[in-house]
């Protein structure tokens, strides 16, 4: 079975997370989202797998290769030119850059699978697959249930009671939205809809394709399924994503390490003054990290390798990046701290003077800027 993963956005709503990493390559619980994605599919025999990236290539294509590892096959297509040695992004949109890679190659010449590089879940895909093929649809999206405050950062679905879409709204007012059921870019196609996608322009799927197959009207169903599906669109996405996975509600997504305490786990070569800190699970301390005497961790809390928090620290509910360092008595609440960046669950810089953060190896006061 083919599938492509989307990662050519740019990630602008993530800044500053995306100013040196792609949408893709952000950590959830140690390893790149995307790498989450690339597992479901292997486990459900998608191997033939199509990437499209623009934004920062390179580290997605040197970090997955030709897909071995997986058991799969992995192929990029890159949408941008380089000038000067310099890679200038141009993505396609979503559908635009499936278009462009059937010209190419002729690749979806059957049922594909189309999912967004910046979400995991775990659905079934196998299940929702056979009802795809049973509903005799040219195009099936799963869909999911969310609070009505958040149908503004999605598309809206209408259906009726067998399923046929008859309504798409994307990213509507919350006033405005007729449903409750989101599209989640988990979407099944039959070849035939790669008709209705012009040549050589940007075209999105959400905003663009799906209200064309319903104005076609062709057999384009919703499929529901229980499933948990977590997005990391924006910075207090990620941070939700994190908390939610620390406290284990994705099937099939553990913390990884020895569990030395309840709920708190550890890499290797650690040093913590055990007899001496407050930690509270679920938290994760990253290979080579050192924790002293009097820091309190309330979780979920994710340390990365090679951070320092030195005496009487506190940090609450945070994720920190590798080679961190807190100097005594600093505190993090609900943040993210990511290079020389920190932010709140919001998205909102902190400032660092206000944290006691630098860090290791860097030469960098924070007291001088």
């Known amino acids: 079975m083919k599938a492509m993963i989307l990662a050519a ?26 790498e989450y994605l690339v597992e479901q599919l292997a486990a459900h025999q998608f191997k033939d797998i199509m990437v499209n990236v623009s934004h920062l290539p390179r580290s997605i294509e040197n970090y997955f ?36 890679i059937h010209e190419f190659g002729g690749f979806f010449d059957d049922t594909f699978l189309v999912v967004c590089g910046d979400a995991i879940f775990d659905l079934d895909l196998s299940a929702v697959l056979r009802k795809h093929w049973q509903s005799g649809a040219k195009a099936s999206v799963v869909v999911n249930r969310v609070p009505r405050e958040r149908l503004p950062d999605y598309g809206v679905v209408l259906c009726d009671r067998h399923g046929q879409v008859t309504s798409f709204q994307e990213k509507p007012p919350v006033e405005e939205a007729k449903s409750t059921l989101v599209n989640t870019g988990i979407c099944f196609f039959e070849p035939e809809i790669l008709e209705q996608i012009p040549s050589g322009q940007v075209y999105d799927i959400g905003s663009q394709l799906l209200p064309k197959l319903i104005e076609q009207d062709l057999p384009f169903h919703a499929i529901e399924a229980p499933f948990h599906w977590v997005d990391i ?3 207090k996405d990620y ?8 406290r284990g509600t994705l099937r099939g997504v553990g913390i990884p390490g020895l569990e030395v ?21 679920p938290v994760y301390i990253g ?6 005497a009097g820091c309190e961790i309330l979780g979920p809390t994710w340390i990365s390798h090679g951070c320092h928090l030195q005496s009487n620290v506190k940090v609450h509910r945070s994720i920190l ?36 953060l630098d860090w290791v190896g860097d030469g960098h006061d924070p007291e001088t800027g």
């Open 9 to 34: 956005g740019k990630g602008t709503r993530l800044q500053p997370l995306t100013h040196e990493l792609p949408k893709p390559m952000i950590p959830l619980l140690g390893k790149p989202v995307m």
């Open 239 to 246: 941070w939700n994503a994190n908390q939610q996975l620390m």
């Open 321 to 356: 990046f590798e080679n961190t360092l807190m100097r005594e008595h600093g505190a993090i609440f609900e943040a993210v701290v990511f290079g020389h960046h920190c932010v709140d669950k919001e998205g909102k810089p902190v400032n660092i003077r206000d944290t006691g």
């Open 65 to 100: 290769g030709n897909g071995q590892r997986w058991g799969v096959n992995i192929g990029y297509s890159f949408e941008g030119r380089i000038e000067k040695g310099k890679v200038i992004g141009m993505p396609l949109g979503s559908a635009g850059g499936i278009k462009r």
């Open 233 to 235: 669109g924006r910075v």
């Open 261 to 281: 305490l309840p709920r708190v786990w550890t890499g290797l070569n650690v040093k913590v003054d055990w007899d001496d800190v407050l930690i509270e699970g």
């Open 287 to 292: 290979a080579n990290s050192r924790i002293e």
